[in-house]
């Protein structure tokens, strides 16, 4: 197998490729593309002088800013298979579809979720093909800024870290509501302190403590997924004695019950409720610079994403819409924060089944629990991969011995605080104006991960390469991307439709920015960086990085650079041309 060396050396002796040779590449760095200072020596230490040889390596960063430590690789395969499968259900499903199937009806919760979840399916692949060949600190954020644009970059990877810091309070507060269900005279405070101080004490162990606390609190939001769908087709089918109603069927779905209550604006509504139940799920690809071996372990959790969206989305909303009317009052509270009217303890609680409302509403805590857990995550390492790009205070960056982010962890906690606002009169507003800086943060960053995918692919072969030598390849290639990028951009406008005509109202401005205050942020970031950048880094004058000058090397590790993975995958693909139609099916689906 020839490596990337020898064919640049070959390379460099042909007309129009002017190279630096391969001593360039021993440095693990493309000597065509320029830091981010436009200076070709900025790449070394930007992304790192070299890549990792194996997967027990640490991990490159990139836009590394003077000697900082390397996050360590301490995700074990079971991690990122919980990360996968559970790292995404909480408050968005278990409560948020409660308002979803109020406003929409059961027959539009079940297509919009379906309609997120192929999204969400084409956006995993892309994310995993280039999370396995690029295991860098900042994942989307440093793909989006390499083979997009700086300044979109720059932009998105401020709006996911607002995102993250933002929605921390918030689910320490929801965590704290949920406690209600039991114990009204104790002070919602109380319990904000105590998960705070539980998160804290989370983030003395790294990365290591992120993983094992999220494998305990997926596996408990699996078995509550798989135990409701079990609950849900007994008490469907009349097998509950103590629920009056007997069997019930698709008794919901029709009339007097309407399965599209609202029409096309209730329909159009789903969208950033589903959005929203599905964020998280990009973790995966978050947590690949910090995987014991990305390879092995990116492409097994991005193929949960199958299981998860058509199994512990779209099989319980479909459930939930057979045993819950969407008429019922209890589902107008049915928020994030006020858990008491979660639609899933609603059906429960119909069936008649005692202690079981109590057992689900531990589950819905745990839930909120695992996502405030993700936040520190994702916010933290998003932001000092923003300030290793010098896109963010210099002091952000520092990671200790041990491998932990600390200045971005503390900043993390400190906007944890926030959530006490809720004890004041006004504390409602705030978070609402809070939430909105984010709200589409997600159809954003989801349909830029498609983008850089596309825009990979070109450069990949621009530089004469071909998609066999790809250590993974997204099942679905750039069709998948651009289908992503194509619902992200129809969410949009469906969100931005019921923001300016709202179900049950008129256009109102205040409505309106609640809803989508978060594009004109991010036009307002990008604008910014570009001006700057205009002045400042005459590199990234171009409203985006033109394919010749695309990096496709720098973050590679060293294995793949050689060869050698390319040969392995090779054995790989010959071993399972000679497997059963059954292995192939299991293999695709594990």
């Given at each position: 197998?020839?490596?990337?060396?020898?064919?640049?050396?070959?390379?460099?002796?042909?007309?129009?490729?002017?190279?630096?040779?391969?001593?360039?590449?021993?440095?693990?760095?493309?000597?065509?593309?320029?830091?981010?200072?436009?200076?070709?020596?900025?790449?070394?230490?930007?992304?790192?002088?070299?890549?990792?040889?194996?997967?027990?390596?640490?991990?490159?960063?990139?836009?590394?800013?003077?000697?900082?430590?390397?996050?360590?690789?301490?995700?074990?395969?079971?991690?990122?298979?919980?990360?996968?499968i559970?790292?995404?259900?909480?408050?968005?499903?278990?409560?948020?579809?409660?308002?979803?199937?109020?406003s929409?009806?059961?027959?539009?919760?079940?297509?919009?979720?379906?309609?997120?979840?192929?999204?969400?399916?084409?956006?995993?692949?892309?994310?995993?093909?280039?999370?396995?060949?690029y295991?860098?600190?900042?994942?989307?954020?440093?793909?989006?800024?390499?083979?997009?644009?700086?300044?979109?970059?720059?932009?998105?990877?401020?709006?996911?870290?607002?995102?993250?810091?933002t929605?921390?309070?918030?689910?320490?507060?929801?965590?704290?509501?949920?406690?209600?269900?039991?114990?009204?005279?104790i002070?919602?405070?109380?319990?904000?302190?105590?998960?705070?101080?539980?998160l804290?004490?989370?983030?003395?162990?790294?990365?290591?403590?992120?993983?094992?606390?999220?494998?305990?609190?997926?596996?408990?939001?699996?078995?509550a997924?798989?135990?409701f769908?079990?609950?849900?087709?007994?008490?469907?089918?009349?097998?509950?004695?103590?629920?009056?109603?007997?069997?019930?069927?698709?008794?919901?779905?029709h009339?007097?019950?309407?399965?599209?209550?609202?029409?096309?604006?209730?329909?159009?509504?789903?969208?950033?409720?589903?959005?929203?139940?599905?964020?998280?799920?990009?973790?995966?690809?978050l947590?690949?610079?910090?995987?014991?071996?990305?390879?092995?372990?990116?492409?097994?959790?991005?193929?949960?994403?199958?299981?998860?969206?058509?199994?512990?989305?779209?099989?319980?909303l479909?459930?939930?819409?057979?045993?819950v009317?969407?008429?019922?009052?209890?589902?107008?509270?049915?928020?994030?924060?006020?858990?008491?009217?979660?639609?899933?303890?609603?059906?429960?609680?119909?069936?008649?089944?005692?202690g079981?409302?109590?057992?689900?509403?531990?589950?819905?805590?745990?839930?909120?629990?695992?996502?405030?857990?993700?936040?520190?995550?994702?916010?933290?390492?998003?932001l000092?991969?923003?300030?290793?790009?010098?896109?963010?205070?210099?002091?952000?960056?520092?990671?200790?011995?041990?491998?932990?982010?600390?200045?971005?962890?503390?900043l993390?906690?400190?906007?944890?605080?926030?959530?006490?606002?809720?004890?004041?009169?006004?504390?409602?507003?705030?978070?609402?104006?809070?939430?909105?800086?984010?709200?589409?943060?997600?159809?954003?960053?989801?349909?830029?991960?498609?983008?850089?995918?596309?825009?990979?692919?070109?450069?990949?072969?621009?530089?004469?390469?071909?998609?066999?030598?790809?250590?993974?390849?997204?099942?679905?290639?750039?069709?998948?991307?651009?289908?992503?990028?194509?619902l992200?951009?129809?969410?949009?406008?469906?969100?931005?439709?019921?923001?300016?005509?709202?179900?049950?109202?008129?256009?109102?401005?205040?409505?309106?920015?609640?809803?989508?205050?978060?594009?004109?942020?991010?036009?307002?970031?990008?604008?910014?960086?570009?001006?700057?950048?205009?002045?400042?880094?005459?590199?990234?004058?171009?409203?985006?990085?033109?394919?010749?000058?695309?990096?496709?090397?720098?973050?590679?590790?060293?294995?793949?650079?050689?060869?050698?993975?390319?040969?392995?995958?090779?054995?790989?693909?010959?071993?399972?041309?000679?497997?059963?139609?059954?292995?192939?099916?299991?293999?695709?689906?594990?």
């Open positions: 197998m020839e490596s990337y060396e020898l064919r640049d050396r070959r390379a460099s002796a042909t007309p129009g490729h002017n190279r630096a040779g391969p001593a360039a590449y021993e440095l693990g760095v493309d000597p065509d593309m320029k830091g981010p200072t436009g200076n070709v020596s900025d790449v070394k230490s930007a992304y790192g002088a070299e890549g990792s040889s194996d997967g027990n390596d640490p991990a490159p960063v990139v836009g590394q800013v003077g000697e900082v430590n390397e996050l360590k690789r301490n995700l074990h395969g079971r991690h990122m298979q919980m990360i996968a559970g790292g995404a259900i909480g408050a968005g499903l278990f409560v948020g579809a409660g308002g979803a199937l109020n929409g009806g059961p027959g539009s919760l079940v297509i919009c979720f379906i309609i997120i979840g192929v999204m969400i399916l084409m956006m995993m692949q892309a994310l995993g093909e280039l999370a396995v060949m295991p860098v600190n900042g994942a989307f954020y440093t793909y989006i800024v390499r083979f997009v644009d700086p300044s979109w970059g720059f932009a998105l990877g401020w709006e996911y870290t607002i995102q993250w810091l929605i921390l309070p918030f689910e320490l507060t929801a965590a704290g509501l949920t406690i209600k269900f039991w114990n009204e005279t002070n919602v405070g109380v319990w904000i302190a105590i998960f705070l101080v539980a804290t004490a989370i983030q003395f162990f790294g990365v290591r403590g992120y993983g094992e606390v999220e494998f305990v609190l997926s596996m408990c939001k699996i078995l997924c798989i135990g769908i079990i609950f849900g087709i007994v008490d469907n089918c009349g097998g509950i004695k103590s629920d009056p109603r007997g069997y019930i069927g698709a008794k919901y779905w009339a007097p019950y309407e399965p599209f209550k609202n029409g096309f604006k209730g329909f159009c509504s789903v969208f950033v409720t589903a959005s929203f139940a599905f964020g998280g799920t990009e973790l995966t690809g947590a690949a610079a910090e995987a014991e071996n990305p390879r092995v372990q990116i492409p097994k959790a991005t193929r949960q994403v199958f299981w998860r969206i058509s199994f512990f989305y779209v099989v319980n479909f459930i939930l819409g057979l045993i009317p969407g008429n019922d009052p209890r589902l107008l509270g049915a928020s994030n924060s006020n858990t008491k009217d979660s639609p899933f303890v609603i059906a429960i609680t119909n069936a008649g089944v005692k079981l409302p109590s057992v689900f509403n531990a589950v819905i805590t745990i839930s909120v629990i695992s996502v405030a857990n993700s936040c520190t995550f994702a916010s933290t390492r998003t000092q991969a923003l300030a290793l790009n010098g896109m963010a205070p210099k002091f952000l960056a520092y990671v200790d011995k041990k491998g932990r982010p600390i200045p971005t962890v503390i993390q906690l400190l906007f944890g605080l926030l959530a006490f606002v809720n004890e004041s009169k006004s504390g409602g507003s705030v978070f609402t104006w809070l939430l909105a800086l984010s709200g589409l943060a997600n159809f954003l960053v989801y349909g830029s991960i498609c983008l850089a995918h596309i825009r990979f692919r070109s450069a990949w072969k621009l530089r004469g390469h071909q998609i066999s030598e790809l250590p993974y390849r997204a099942t679905f290639g750039i069709y998948g991307s651009w289908l992503g990028m194509a992200c951009f129809i969410c949009l406008i469906a969100q931005f439709y019921t923001a300016m005509w709202p179900i049950g109202g008129s256009p109102d401005a205040e409505g309106f920015f609640e809803s989508y205050l978060a594009a004109p942020l991010a036009i307002g970031l990008y604008l910014v960086w570009k001006v700057y950048s205009y002045f400042k880094i005459p590199a990234n004058k171009p409203l985006w990085v033109p394919l010749d000058k695309i990096d496709v090397y720098t973050g590679m590790r060293t294995d793949q650079r050689n060869g050698s993975v390319v040969a392995l995958q090779k054995e790989e693909d010959e071993a399972l041309k000679n497997q059963g139609l059954g292995k192939k099916v299991l293999g695709w689906l594990f």
